[in-house]
């Protein structure tokens, strides 16, 4: 029978067996089993026949128990959680996989190693329901939650596509029901912090979060209050509220750094603020923690651990130093473990200038279709579809675009691995501005734009040369009949109102003779007509998927009739030959 681990660090965390440890019973009658048995005896020893018990404990789960009522306690399933299939996965060996908690080299207390070595594998956890998740994670990311969680200073480089944010919040989300935490900081680009709220929504629903945002007044406040487990804050604030995160009351359990090679110039006011903030734990996450040297390393370990490297040691030496702090998979490490095709949904706010645009052209686009009563037609909707879908890309009048911002720092992350990519867009207009805003990475341009007879000594280019990583592609001129299956990393900046023309454009880089698996991310502004075309897709495919069985399958566009309710149109129109068409 095993008993609750007592630990001064780890007061909550129990191990339960099959022998209920909180019941006043006896013991079961246990199995017994013959042994021999040797007893020194002076003058000689003797041989004596022993009957032993032998117990059989089996570790059933580990049940957590929170301090605060602030988010719901986990609850136990009497029945075990079967196996989720994960998007584009075949069924993984998860329940064979054996993930337990890594403590740091450099533990000394006997009762800390004894405890990492009394727990069960962070499977059983999910094999019992005592902690739900979405999805079967990969070995692979059990293996990075369990490197995470007893770390106090750690980075997670795994390779774009890895799944590095869902790693940080599931260790997280033990590390808080396990009562080793209750405040944490995580601080992230200004465009991924949409991305972390739905991911937190995901993977870890019960804890609560605060988006530091706002006023100058609203922002102090959200700084000093404890109500929230988790606030999550973009660099840019680092530096402005700096008088308020590095406040002598405030304190921090854990601070986590996303894409943490912003702090890689260690004398930058961001790098200075954030290495101020009082914290127990710090963790970065960052696919390119060496981007241009190894000063870059030394920036973000002055965050993670003061004094522990110096500019000017040697990759050796900075290679043996750091050796214990850092976990780093790649796509080929790990590709018996992940599917062929990884989906990425990258959801992003407008900026305040395209919000201000698209809210604008919206409303005087429904009015304009609402007053042509009977003479409308579906291109007169299209027009209005096409015209906002634009704006998502980029605002007209300033050029601001959020998916701009989060597709520059996604390509520094190819780029910087080696790897290459593809960029998407069904607008020309749009791959130039792409363009513009990425030169150092000297993108090439396939679109109708390019003659025909310049476009084979593009691909060739894109192919041969490793310093051209980034190809821009129209749907249209890259949608069928290249083989790019050397090409990683798939961007689509805008979606296509047909699935099936989506899949084709994929397909370019996921196809026979693929060198490894492709990570592909789909660009979508929340509360915009992407959005609503994008709902309305899914229930399609999800139907089809119910009656064929084959969610990859061609799949049509939007329906006449669908297209009108997108703006929610109550107009009794009439088929037109246009409509036809």
């Given amino acids: ?72 306690p986990i609850k ?65 990311q059990y293996a990075g939650v369990a490197f995470l ?22 260790a997280i989300r033990l590390l808080l029901h ?28 019960e804890i609560p979060i605060c988006v530091i945002e706002g006023s100058q007044a609203k922002r102090n406040w959200q700084w000093q209050t404890t109500e929230w487990p988790v606030k999550i804050a973009n660099y840019e604030l680092m530096s402005r509220d700096q008088e308020s995160v590095t406040h002598a009351s405030s304190h921090y359990d854990l601070v986590v750094l996303d894409e943490a090679q912003r702090i890689k110039n260690s004398h930058s006011s961001t790098a200075q603020s954030i290495r101020s903030i009082a914290r127990s734990r710090s963790w970065a996450l960052t696919g390119t923690p060496i981007e241009n040297s190894t000063d870059d390393i030394v920036g973000i370990f002055e965050f993670l651990s003061s ?26 490490n790990v590709m018996s473990q992940m599917p062929p095709k990884l989906m990425r949904d990258a959801e992003l706010d407008l900026t305040s200038e395209q919000s201000e645009s698209y809210i604008r052209a919206e409303e005087d686009g429904v009015v304009r279709l609402n007053e042509m009563g009977h003479s409308i037609t579906i291109q007169h909707v299209f027009e209005l579809v096409l015209r906002l879908k634009q704006i998502c890309n980029f605002d007209p009048a300033t050029g601001a675009s959020s998916k701009m911002e989060r597709l520059v720092a996604d390509l520094d992350e190819v780029a910087a691995s080696g790897q290459k990519a593809i960029v998407f867009s069904q607008w020309v207009k749009s791959l130039k501005q792409i363009s513009a805003g990425i030169t150092e990475h000297q ?45 990683r990393y798939v961007f689509l900046f805008d979606r296509w109102w047909n699935p099936a023309v989506e899949d084709q454009a994929i397909n370019r880089a996921h196809r026979i003779g693929v060198s490894g698996s492709v990570t592909v991310t789909r660009m979508l502004t929340i509360g915009t007509i992407e959005e609503r075309i994008n709902q309305v897709l899914e229930e399609k495919r999800e139907l089809f998927q119910s009656i064929l069985g084959d969610a990859d399958s061609p799949r049509g566009g939007l329906s006449r009739d669908q297209v009108f309710n997108l703006f929610k149109l109550k107009i009794a129109t009439k088929p037109t030959a246009a409509d036809a068409a």
């Fill in 1 to 72: 029978m095993l008993e609750p681990v007592q630990s001064p660090n780890w007061p909550s965390l129990y191990l339960v067996s099959n022998v209920n440890a909180t019941a006043e019973r006896p013991l079961p009658v246990l199995p017994t089993i013959e042994v021999q048995s040797t007893f020194v005896d002076p003058p000689g020893g003797r041989a004596v026949s022993m009957r032993i018990a032998k117990p059989k404990p089996k570790v059933i789960s580990c049940y957590f128990s929170p301090t605060t009522p602030a988010f719901r």
């Fill in 76 to 140: 136990a399933s009497s029945a075990p959680t079967p196996p989720v299939a994960r998007n584009d996965a075949s069924e993984q060996p998860w329940h064979k996989s054996i993930s337990r908690l890594a403590p740091p080299k450099d533990l000394v207390k006997l009762d800390d190693r004894l405890f990492y070595l009394l727990q069960p594998p962070l499977e059983t956890l999910v094999s019992t329901g005592t902690i739900e998740f979405p999805f079967q994670p990969f070995p692979y």
């Fill in 307 to 332: 004094g522990l490297l110096s500019i000017g040691m040697s990759p050796r030496q900075i290679s043996a130093e750091v050796r214990d702090f850092i976990l780093r998979r790649t796509k080929d």
């Fill in 443 to 487: 993108p090439l341009e396939y679109h109708g734009g390019i003659p025909s007879n310049k476009r084979d000594a593009i691909l060739a280019e894109f192919r041969e040369n490793p310093a051209r990583r980034i190809l821009l592609m129209s749907y249209g001129a890259g949608s069928v009949g290249l083989n790019l299956q050397f090409c």
């Fill in 178 to 205: 396990a009562r080793e935490i209750s405040q944490v900081l995580l601080i992230c680009p200004k465009p991924l912090v949409t991305n972390w709220m739905r991911e937190f929504a995901m993977w870890a629903p």
């Fill in 149 to 170: 969680y007893p770390r106090h200073a750690a980075i997670l480089a795994d390779e774009m596509g890895l799944g590095k944010t869902m790693q940080a919040i599931v």
